[in-house]
């Protein structure tokens, strides 16, 4: 990570998205006093198997479960959007409550999800890619000009420009982040969105196979990864 990262914004589509992507890089951050704010665009109401539950009920608890979860990693604050599960679109009122957020809390670096259909279906979960490509638009040049959403400027939210955008990534990344000493909260907090897990030990081996795969070409025992864009001064 380049010098001078003070403050790290994650904006994913749903509760435990950011667990699942980056959550040992948040954990190593926050536990190097680097402000991390959590940005949650939709509210989740959707992720669930049980017919007997409704989606005002679920959103409840998975709001409560990230809540949790940020808790553990010792992420400073997290900001839930509420659109719905499921249904985000590209829309001039989720680029300008993204850019708000971007405003407030003026982060150097973001860390959104892949933006790019892939084979990988987590990946190329249609939220997902909204939430990211909508990040990007934010990044630049939406928060970091004044006429852009002037509407902002009245609510006492200037422009802000970050310096780094990392894009959660699985294949031939540019940055890989060692989590080794942080696999467990990692876990941990994955374990918080327990309406989500189902066979937690089953997922749990899932999740260390691949974060040693992903850390193996670098002699870690676990890792994350990263595509790494830089934005020009």
Known sequence: MTEGIRRVMVVVAHPDDAEFGCGGSVAKWAREGKEVTYVILTNGDKGSGDRAMTSERLAKIRAEEQLNAARTLGVERVRFLGYPDGELEDTREVRRDVTAEIRRWRPNLIVTQNPFRSLNLYASHRDHRIAA????????????????????????????????????????????VDISDAMDLKLKALACHASQMGDFAALEARVRERSAQLGKPKGFAYAETFNRIVIPR
């Open 133 to 176: 490509g909508v990040a990007l638009d934010c990044v630049y040049p939406l928060a970091r000009d004044h006429l852009s959403f002037p509407e902002l400027l009245a609510r006492g939210l200037e422009p802000h420009k970050v310096r780094e955008v990392y894009l959660m990534w699985w294949e031939n990344p540019e940055v890989v």
